[in-house]
């Protein structure tokens, strides 16, 4: 697993943790800074789910308010975890509709970009969707799926992670929209990834499957679905079956240089 720089916070008593001044900054500068980006470069799903969560803009707001928000459209929930969790874990907490929180929130020096899930990208990027039916049911067949699979079986769903919830694009009719997390919650890669400079497919389950990816520069390649009805549909036989097919058919070229 890779190493982290942050030290996860660990709830009190009261499951409540505690933050300090500075780092409450650190939300309300993000969130005034990234909230208005989202005009014209989000889907319009999220937008609304981002409003159904009204997030406080002054103060990092604690788990079990999030899971409140979230269970007034849906029986999932959040839960802390430390920086960084298996991949075990994380399946089998999202195969239960829990979706794992990092408790820390990143540095000033590293507001425009962290290679590691911060509360930030975790609450503001992925939990408002988790009110959306259809994405939520995608999450927790992802999970399914996960759970009991091989590690060469996870490889490729981490793939699949990758190019829709956290990196995805839906196509609309004002143009292509950003729903991923990685996206919403970074203007820099939302920018990117609107902009003319990567190459931007179809989503194709088994394309997606191959393709290779790195965390530590802006994604040269994405991947826009029609609607959340692509995701929905995918059944965990589905998703089985193009895993198996991919192992045989072997990997994409890489778009990047190989560290």
């Not at 959306?132 to 992802?142: K, L, R, V």
């Amino acid at each position: 697993m890779k190493m982290t720089t942050y030290l996860a916070k660990t709830p009190d008593e009261f499951g409540k943790i505690h933050y300090t001044r500075l780092e409450h900054k650190v939300w309300q500068t993000l969130i005034e800074r990234q909230t208005p980006a989202l005009k014209n470069a989000a889907c319009d799903s999220y937008i609304d789910a981002l409003e159904k969560m009204s997030f406080p803009s002054d103060r990092i707001p604690q788990c079990d308010e999030v899971s409140k928000k979230i269970q007034q459209s849906s029986d999932w929930s959040v839960t802390p975890v430390s920086t960084l969790i298996g991949f075990d874990r994380f399946l089998n907490l999202l195969a239960n509709k829990q979706f794992p929180v990092a408790s820390f929130i990143r540095r000033t020096e590293e507001l425009d970009y962290l290679q590691e899930p911060d509360i930030f990208h975790e609450v503001f990027g992925h939990t408002p969707l988790l009110t959306d039916s259809q994405f939520a049911h995608f999450t927790h067949t992802y999970g399914l799926a996960g759970v009991g699979a091989t590690n060469e079986e996870r490889v490729m769903l981490a793939r699949l992670y990758w190019f829709t919830v956290e990196f995805g694009l839906i196509k609309t009719a004002n143009g292509n929209r950003a729903y991923g997390a990685g996206l919403v919650s970074s203007i820099g890669e939302l920018q990117h990834a609107l902009s003319d400079k990567p190459i931007v497919k179809k989503f194709d389950l088994l394309e997606v499957l191959r393709t290779p990816y790195r965390i530590d520069i802006y994604q040269p390649i994405y991947f826009v679905i029609e609607s959340f009805d692509q995701l929905f549909d995918l059944t965990l036989s589905e998703v089985k079956l193009a895993i198996k097919s991919a192992q045989e058919m072997g990997m994409e070229e890489p778009l990047f240089a190989m560290n």
